[in-house]
Structures are given as structure tokens and as C-alpha cells.
Nanobody, 125 residues
């Protein structure tokens, strides 16, 4: 059974860093793309970043470029999202999602079958 489990969230001050992890099981990650989406209270869920496991292609939404870095450890079936220079507007629940198509994840349609439960990231002083 395909499963995604997020970890690494929490409370951090503005300017701080966090590293989110998405541990995948029940499928072969190198045939998929894995991404991160987020949803703040009262706002729509939107894409943050994604990575094609087979070729390492990456995508970032403009608001996080230069601050966030996505990477994968295929041996551990884990995708990481290193978040630096965090801002209060990064506060949201972050979700890990998997899809066979990097292009479809990058498009951010939200029509994906497999999601993690999400993890809260709060940036506040």
C-alpha cells in the first residue's frame, strides 16, 4: 500500500530554517515524481516544489526560489525540503504528494491520488 509520511515541521522564528522529510513506502519512488504542497488557513492549497526521482528535475514556485531546496535520497525512499530564510507567510500545513508525472505535479492541479497527512510549519516570533 502506497504511503507517504511527513516529518520535520514545527515552530521557527522568521529567518530560521527547517527541513521537512517525506518518507515513501509501498511503491518504487524512482518511477515517480514527489512534491510538496502547502495550505494556509483560509487559503487554497498550492504547489511549493517537486522533484522527478529518475532524472532529478526540480521545480519551485516563485515565492520560495532561492530559499527552499528539494532533494531525494533514493536509498532511503525519502524526499527532503530544506527551507531557509523562512518568513511568516510560509506558515502553512505542508503536504507530500506523489504522481507518476513530474509535469503533472509541476502543473499543480491538485488532482493527485496519493497524499500524506501533512505537517504544520509555523513561522512566528
Amino acid at each position: 500500500q502506497l504511503q507517504l509520511v511527513e516529518s520535520g515541521g514545527g515552530l521557527v522564528q522568521p529567518g530560521g530554517s527547517l527541513r521537512l522529510s517525506c518518507s515513501a513506502s509501498g511503491f518504487t519512488p524512482d518511477r515517480y515524481a514527489i512534491g510538496w504542497f502547502r495550505q494556509a488557513p483560509g487559503k487554497e492549497r498550492g504547489g511549493v516544489s517537486c522533484i522527478g526521482i529518475s532524472d532529478g528535475s526540480t521545480y519551485y514556485v516563485d515565492s520560495v526560489k532561492g530559499r527552499f531546496t528539494i532533494s531525494s535520497d533514493n536509498a532511503k525512499s525519502t524526499v527532503y525540503l530544506q527551507m531557509n530564510s523562512l518568513k511568516p507567510e510560509d506558515t502553512a500545513r505542508y503536504y507530500c504528494v506523489v504522481d507518476p508525472s513530474f509535469r503533472r505535479l509541476r502543473a499543480g492541479t491538485l488532482r493527485y491520488e496519493h497524499w500524506g497527512r501533512g505537517i504544520q510549519v509555523t513561522v512566528s516570533s
